[in-house]
């Protein structure tokens, strides 16, 4: 397939662009909320690419995702960049780089006009809906899911139109790499059928049954993903279905608001449980009204029904019907799905070139990279992220808790508690802030208020892997080494390179007089971790303690 020199042109300028727009993001550090379990504090990603790190991707369910490509790429990350943020952030803006072109190619496959399909992918490119997927280390999974999810689409209408069966088999090996980086891309199927109907034309009985090893392989990424995030705790079972539903209507409103207008943008809208009646109904009515107006004018403007349908079922998997984490929606849950609603509004510019559309579109796009460039800023590092979402949002807990973690790093330890606070004052059942609360009063010297605290958050999530691992400290320092090595048992069932479980369990076993145990602990501790010095000192006292105990 042969490109012409504009085509190649515009693309180079889409690629140059979207660098210059997200450049911003480069001097970001990491950030405390998930980057820790992708990246900072992952053992296995820090060990680089190697054959054992390719094993465990393929396998584990850290995270409670299954996404083993996505590991991969951090893994490489950090074969090659180290704790340098700067290379991370750098590879995320590549590939959202490379997005906008498979955007502008799929575009142009789609409605053959040209300067439209540009405009759109610049668009999808700065929208600063794109900030969070890209400027967030620990989302490297949206934009490498969307470069295999994109890439299967394009290679799809090439073979719809050209029927040569490799782009057929490509479009199907692409789509499997990208629900192994990413499973949001289980409805790309359905967006495929959609686009049978149009702008292809092509919806018949051999049309759909192509489409049965895209349907498989998406089951099984569902069956994996629900089966790993059950596993993980991830699902919250809280919320009946009726606010579930609520929640559904009033998000994808929402995005619409945030696509039109981008501001007030936040790392997380925290999720209220329970929407008041009016915005419900609002939502809904807003929902009803647009969903009528698309389909009623399927046979004049079928872009309108295709290009809206996109946008809500590539939504469906994120709208809440199956509650994951904290939040009520995400703007990096937009990544792909917009990309309908762009769809569903070109149509009606490509009957010409205008100059006043022209004018209007440079408008449009000046004011989007300035919005995102500003954005990114935002990003820079976790208490400017933090510090922003509680200047927009309201009662958002884990914002207080993740600035405090920023504050308590920092040494800064009375605004920590005072964060920690703050959020338990909000959500008194919210598991982190009650472990990093504890963490804190231990480190104050009250370490019996420290365990009522590892208690309560293990009691609100058992499963929260720091508070078994504090709690255990805890009940080790009080002299209760047989207590304690249940709770470091159980994060090693799951993170057996957790270092920290590792040397803290390896003296708990010291002090049972189980030496042998102890030190093979502990030399693991120091096995993953070399430059660790507290595993170190405890790999020393565990051996002196053997040697003063041996007749």
Not at 125 to 137: D, I, N
Not at 230 to 254: C, D, E, K, T, Y
Not at 260 to 282: C, E, I, Q
Not at 482 to 493: C, G, Q, T
């Amino acid at each position: 397939m042969k490109l012409d020199r504009c085509t190649i042109a515009v693309s180079a300028a889409l690629f140059l662009g979207t660098l210059l727009v997200f450049g911003r993001a480069i001097g970001n550090d990491f950030i405390n909320y998930d980057d820790p379990v992708y990246v900072t504090e992952n053992p296995p990603v820090q060990a680089g690419l190697t054959l054992e790190g390719i094993r465990w991707a393929l396998t584990t369910s850290a995270a409670a995702n299954w996404h083993p490509l996505t590991w991969i790429s951090h893994m490489v990350d950090w074969s090659v960049f180290e704790d340098d943020p700067r290379g991370h952030h750098a590879v995320s803006i590549v590939f959202h780089a490379l997005n906008s072109i498979l955007v502008f190619l799929l575009f142009r496959r789609l409605t053959n006009a040209f300067w439209l399909s540009a405009f759109s992918a610049a668009l999808f490119a700065w929208h600063p809906l794109r900030v969070e997927s890209v400027a967030w280390v620990a989302e490297r999974k949206d934009v490498l899911s969307a470069f295999f999810g994109l890439f299967a689409l394009w290679a799809y209408v090439v073979y719809a139109q050209q029927r040569s069966t490799k782009w057929y088999w490509l479009s199907i090996g692409t789509f499997a790499l990208g629900l192994l980086a990413k499973p949001m891309l289980v409805t790309l199927p359905v967006i495929m059928l959609l686009l049978d109907l149009w702008p292809l034309q092509r919806f018949h009985s051999a049309s759909r049954l192509e489409k049965l090893p895209f349907f498989l392989l998406a089951a099984g990424s569902c069956a994996i993903t629900l089966a790993v995030q059950h596993a993980g705790g991830s699902i919250s079972a809280m919320l009946p279905l009726r606010p579930r539903i609520a929640n559904a209507f009033v998000a994808v409103v929402g995005y619409l608001e945030k696509f039109v207008w981008p501001n007030d943008l936040a790392v997380l809208y925290p999720h209220p449980g329970f929407w008041p009646a009016t915005a419900v109904a609002a939502a809904i009515l807003v929902f009803v009204l647009v969903t009528t107006a698309a389909l009623s004018q399927f046979r004049e403007r079928p872009c309108l029904a295709i290009g809206w349908s996109w946008f809500v079922i590539m939504l469906l998997p994120v709208l809440g019907f199956v509650q994951i984490g904290l939040h009520y929606m995400a703007d990096r849950y937009t990544y792909l799905p917009i990309l309908g609603l762009q769809l569903a509004l070109l149509p009606f510019f490509a009957k010409g070139f205008r100059p006043i559309l022209a004018v209007a579109a440079v408008a449009v796009l000046s004011a989007c990279a300035l919005r995102t460039w500003s954005q990114l800023g935002i990003w820079k590092n976790s208490f400017t992220l933090f510090d922003h979402a509680l200047a927009i949002t309201h009662d958002n807990y884990l914002a207080f808790n993740n600035r405090g973690l920023f504050f308590d790093r920092a040494g800064r330890l009375d605004e920590a508690m005072a964060d920690y606070k703050k959020s338990l004052a909000i959500n008194p059942h919210y598991a982190e802030a009650n472990n990093n609360l504890g963490q804190a009063l231990t480190e104050r010297g009250r370490p019996r208020d420290g365990l009522a605290m590892f208690r309560a958050a293990l009691e609100a999530s058992p499963d929260l892997l720091a508070a078994h691992n504090n709690l255990g400290n805890a009940l080790a320092d009080d002299g209760k080494p047989a207590e304690a090595l249940p709770h470091y048992d159980f994060v090693l069932a799951l993170e057996p390179w957790n270092v920290s479980a590792l040397s803290n369990s390896g003296i708990a076993l010291s002090m049972l007089g189980r030496y042998t145990e102890a030190i093979a602990r502990l030399e693991k501790a120091v096995q993953f971790a070399p430059d660790n010095p507290n595993a170190q000192r405890n790999l020393a006292k565990a051996r002196s303690m053997m040697e003063q105990a041996a007749p």
